[in-house]
């Protein structure tokens, strides 16, 4: 991508040139005013990431949370995580084949409750997609080109054509929308989650694996 001024003064516009043939007009901001362009330009995608994140969760709770077969699976989930953590802190080494084949049988039990969890929850997956799809189709044009912050690192290779997506310049320290808006909804959610109520319990993420949380450590019986 080329970029060539159409003025030699500061504040003149400038033309964005890019690879595919297209032709944007963008304006050339002092320092000072480019500066402060960005930090409202990093509280708004925030502010966006607060609001999406809360659609999401709204889209959810329509489509999944508020079922009585997610509540069931969820009571379940919970109640057999529970229990099993406390069997595997009570039992030993030495404890027989059949003890163990029994803890083995409730981790397998877990194990499909938690899929079919996570089943429940595929559809609202679909609809959060296809409304998130048609938003970053529309937050992509408003934020096309434009440093929306400057990263306190240069990062990995491979994540650079996200965080330096379509900016120009090879300073990699500068940030893309798409980048920042995904650092802040990951985060974000996560925190909504929690202060709704909504989020798997401790027992549950530490037994689960997918959906719920990582993958769960290897068994001690194995």
Excluded at 45 to 50: K, L
Excluded at 51 to 61: D, H, Q, S, V
Excluded at 172 to 197: A, E, H, P, V, W
């Amino acid at each position: 991508m080329n970029v060539g001024p159409l003025g030699p003064l500061c504040g003149a516009t400038c033309l964005l040139i890019r690879k595919s043939g297209s032709i944007k007009k963008l304006p050339c901001s002092p320092p000072g005013a480019a500066m402060s362009t960005m930090c409202a330009d990093t509280i708004l995608i925030v502010f966006i990431s607060v609001c999406t994140a809360l659609l999401a969760e709204g889209i959810t709770w329509v489509l999944v949370y508020r079922t009585d077969k997610y509540k069931r699976l969820k009571a379940e989930v919970e109640k057999q995580s529970k229990k099993l953590e406390k069997k595997k802190e009570a039992i030993t080494e030495s404890a027989g084949k059949q003890q163990k084949k029994k803890i083995e049988r409730q981790e397998e039990k877990l194990k499909n409750n938690n899929r079919d969890l996570s089943m429940v929850r595929m559809k609202s997956m679909f609809a959060i997609g296809f409304c998130f799809t048609a938003l970053m189709g529309m937050f992509n044009s408003i934020f096309d080109g434009r440093v929306v912050a400057k990263l306190p690192f240069v990062p990995l290779s491979y994540i650079q054509g996200l965080s330096h997506r379509n900016l120009l310049g090879e300073d990699y320290t500068d940030c893309s929308f798409i980048f920042l808006y995904i650092l802040c909804t990951m985060s974000i959610r996560q925190n909504i989650q929690k202060l709704l109520g909504l989020a798997p319990s401790r027992a549950a993420t530490k037994q689960a694996g997918g959906f719920l949380g990582p993958p769960p450590q290897a068994s001690k019986f194995s």
